[in-house]
């Protein structure tokens, strides 16, 4: 089983999934270059959070037309698994592998803090640990995390149970004031139809080690690795 | 002749120092070499006001110090942990978010010359009053700038401090501090050694920038209606972050002999520094040199102050290999000259000598210790007779309320949260929950960082208010558990030719001096800014104190914040009646008088060892520092704090005697206020006995309110859901 955690000039969370996956998890993992074609194997692809070439045109707008991602859409029309965190969240919208846009934040400024998540969808690989309606606890750090979609399109993606996780409070409480960025429905993370491609604005490998305050993000890259093992065999 | 005199005047050089160039060259100055006198001379980049205080701060420690040619260090297990705070006053008063942005990025590579991963910025900043529109508009637009560079730049910014007052309304300070760790074995130094090997320019490409920015915008007071802004730089954080990338790569190959951020004074101060630094002569071809606009001159090409730049000293022969990395991350990287035995910087553009100056005397800017004198203000401001016929408040309750909406004692989490405070994933105690800790992967230690200053008690009494900066800062590092091991400071003062700020400034060094060398820190780096004046006046003396610290097990970190109901709280250190230069004076009298606080160095570090001790022994479940709003916004910080408020019960009655104001709102030092298990009170109380602290039980964790009493008599009793509210809301 083997990760890879692309780099494009920008990123800054890729070391951070690395070290996840690498040092915590102990998972064979990769750094996959943005002008490389070469997925070198992986089974999963994680696109991290950061400012992929600098966010200069529109967020992840540039990143789609990198080498790699060519690679990636391939790789996604396999069936591959991709985790698109904060920053990949956006360049997969941008490349078209979900549906929506990211607007900014409702009040202008970035915010980086703890919030609390619900688990919509427990049927797909990066959230098969979790018990339905879970709620847990994963930072997020961003600028432009505002989820938006025309209402037929969030129609769509609710009847196909795409949305994933939905920010709420402590308690599961659903009312705007635990709505970090103004996101519609309060939508953190939506999945592709298939389940196999997830764009997320909380930040997983920053709640994967006690320490750091919260082990919860932990658990979906524990997901993905329990799928792998499942589901491996068949694919090769 | 009189044109490049008059030249040499129009860049800030005085005219004895003219005469020195003229010497030292032996020859009338090129316009080219006037100009990197002008800036490498200038008060930014030589110091001549303030070097030869330097001598006063201690170098030797606990820990083994190092002093790097940019920013210096502590040696620690196998990392060095290099750390360096430096000042963006005057940009940012000008453009405040590029000017704050471009601080950022100056001093990440400061660290980066060093060969240091950063891994956190603080900033320490400094306002006008918050109703004040135009202090309003810098404030906002710096922390803008901040989070604008630092998130993208991707060191996390994990501290600092926030303050108004109205001594900062026409000229802000912005204080940057970055930390960066790096294997002892690979550190690298800002050197151009090594006949013939090869100097690379790498990076953004040069531009009309920030021309004069040292010179002019650094070593100037503000005058009225003047336009300085074409003097700022314009950052761009994508690049530094490649940038970063890419010079570690670099370093890592081990053909890097030297390397040398250009920050202020540019191609000047690197090329200069680095020939002298390594007793070697520079050549460069400017020709050479990645141009973003067509027809520069070779001096503005020397002084541009354009981002992201750096220069390296690359083994000959090498030179392809390394300048690959960089075009790998889309920069720059250009062969602009190479290393002789000359001791010269010697500079060619268009196929002519511009410039030919021995480097050593080139960076051996002159020395002044103009007279200094004891300002007149002092006595009137530190008469505290006016203290004792303060009436006392009838309400307490309204006390608290008005305080908690000054702008000074008010949450930070509103600035905090704009910056990401997390990436890299080594934050474990985060902003608003105590002193900022940062874990190091892989080590089972941990790092603690804050800057510290009160600018109130520096203007009341430098020498003193600086001692207190010092000691607060390491009563905040210890609160957590961490050993203070070392201190990088940022002097922020109005215009040394005036005697009275050039006193407030050699007693300030003296007070920071004293009392590091009674703590044990060394002094390892830091900066000097002065000409912080407007028509309206000089700011408050402000040396600032950034300080690192060593928590041994880093599992162990105690944050600020109450974590559960039932647990007792305990002052440690008495209560005085003091109230000299106090928030509550200030916010509740309009007053700013003095003395500050009384300072016993020897109980301050009674203090910091029982604290350390009672943290690395598990005992306390919180711990924080008695400051600004003295003994109940101690409290209010450790009940709001966390995502859920707590109540707390405590009671005062054991100091009727004295002023209750003074109890409740008084700053006296050495004192810490931790939260343990009802059951660990006892060997608390025997660890502080022993140690001849005093410590007394306040009350417990508990309830929805903020509850203070004396005896039977409630003091203040408000809900703290409702505090939460206003006290997170006054800055949004």
Known sequence: ????????????????????????????????????????????????????????????????????????????????????????????????????????????????????????????????????????????????????????????????????????????????????????????????????????????????????????????????????EENRRGRH | MEDIEKVSEELGLRKEE???????????????????????????????????????????????????????????????????????????????????????????????????????????????????????HVF???????????????????????????????????????VGIAEKSKLARAVAQGRDNIILYVGNKTGRDGIGGCSIL????FAEGEEKRPSVQIGDPFTEKCLIEATLEALATGFVVGIKDMGAAGLTCSASEMAAAGRSGIELDLDRVPLREEGMEAWEIMMSESQER???????????????????????????????????????YRGEVVADIPAL???????????????????????????NSLPLPRNYEEIVLRMIASPNLCSRRWVYEQYDHMVQTNTVVLPGKGTPVLRVKGKKWGIAVTTDCNPVYCYLDPYRGAQIAVAEAALNLSACGARPAGITDCLNFGNPEKPERYWQFVEAVRGIADASRFFGLPIVSGNVSFYNESPQGAVHPTPTIGMVGIIENVERAVGGVFKEEGHVVVLLGDIKE?????????????????????????????????????????????????????????????????????????????????????????????????SVREDAYLPVERMARERGIPCFLLGKVGGKDFLVQSGGRVLVSLPVGELKRTWEQVLS
């Not at chain 2, 600092?160 to 026409?170: A, D, I, K, T, V």
């Not at chain 2, 020395?367 to 505290?384: C, G, H, S």
């Not at chain 2, 020897?602 to 910091?608: P, V, Y």
């Open chain 2, 18 to 136: 003219y005469q020195r160039i003229v010497e030292i060259l032996g020859r009338t100055p090129t316009p080219t070499e006037v100009a990197m006198f002008s800036v490498e001379w200038s008060e930014h980049c030589g110091y001549p006001h303030s070097r030869k205080w330097f001598e006063l701060f201690p170098r030797e420690g606990h820990f083994p110090a190092l002093f790097g040619e940019d920013a210096g260090g502590i040696l620690y297990d196998d990392l060095a942990i290099i750390f360096k705070m430096e000042s963006h006053n005057h940009p940012s008063q000008i453009e405040p978010r590029q000017g704050a942005a471009t601080g950022i990025g100056g001093i990440i590579r400061d660290i980066l010359g060093s060969g240091a991963r950063p891994i956190a910025c603080l900033d320490s900043l400094h306002f006008g009053p918050v109703e004040d529109r135009n202090a309003r």
């Open chain 1, 1 to 228: 089983m083997k990760f890879g955690v692309v780099v494009f000039p920008g990123s800054n969370c890729d070391y951070d999934c690395y070290y996840v996956l690498s040092e915590v998890l102990r998972v064979d993992t990769v750094f996959l270059w943005h002008e490389d074609r070469d997925l070198q194997g992986c089974d999963c692809v994680i696109l991290p959070g950061g400012f992929s070439y600098g966010d200069y045109l529109r967020t992840g707008a540039i990143a789609r037309f990198s080498p790699i991602m060519t690679s990636v859409r391939d790789f996604v029309r396999e069936g591959g698994l991709v985790l698109g965190i904060c920053n990949g969240f956006q360049i997969l919208l941008e490349s078209g592998l979900l549906p929506g846009a990211l607007l900014p934040n409702r009040d202008g400024h970035f915010v980086c803090r703890y919030t609390h998540l619900k688990v919509e969808n427990t049927s797909t690989p990066f959230t098969r640990l979790f018990s339905p309606g879970e709620i847990i606890r994963i930072p997020i750090a961003h600028h432009q995390g505002n989820f938006f979609m025309p209402s037929r399109d969030l129609e769509k993606i609710k009847h196909n149970r795409q949305v994933v996780f939905r920010y709420c409070g402590p308690q599961g409480e659903e009312d705007s004031g635990f709505n970090p960025n103004g996101s519609l429905e309060n939508i953190a993370g939506i999945a592709s139809p298939d389940f196999r491609v997830l764009g997320m604005m909380p930040h997983p490998e920053r709640a994967s080690e006690e320490i750091l305050g919260s082990q919860d993000g932990k658990k979906i890259f524990l997901s993905v690795i329990a799928w792998l």
């Open chain 2, 140 to 178: 906002r637009g710096v922390v803008d700038g901040i989070a604008f560079y630092g998130n993208c730049v991707g060191v996390p910014t994990v501290g600092g401090e926030l303050y108004f007052h109205p001594s900062y309304r026409g000229n802000c300070l912005v204080n940057v501090m970055c």
């Open chain 2, 310 to 348: 750096m220069l390296l000293c690359v083994t000959r022969g090498h030179e392809e290999e390394v300048r690959q990395i960089f075009k790998k991350w889309g920069l720059e990287a250009e062969v602009v000259g190479s290393v002789n035995e000359s001791g010269k910087v010697t500079i060619f």
């Open chain 2, 218 to 221: 650094a070593s100037q007071e």
């Open chain 2, 578 to 674: 003091e109230l000299g230069g106090s928030e509550y004076l200030r916010v509740i009298h309009g007053l700013e008088v003095g003395p500050p606080p009384s300072l016993s160095l020897a109980d301050e570090k009674k203090l910091q060892e029982l604290l350390i001790e009672l943290a690395h022994r598990g005992i306390v479940t919180a711990a924080l520092d008695v400051s600004e709003g003295g003994l109940v916004f101690a409290l209010l910080e450790a009940c709001l704090g966390g995502e859920v408020p707590l109540g707390v019960v405590v009671d005062v009655k054991r100091w009727e005697n004295l002023r209750m104001d003074a109890v409740l709102f008084g700053e006296s030092r050495g004192r810490a206020l931790v």
């Open chain 2, 361 to 387: 005397e080139l960076t051996a800017p002159p020395i002044y210790t103009p007279p200094r004198e004891k300002p007149a203000y002092l006595q009137a401001v530190n008469d505290d007779s006016r203290l």
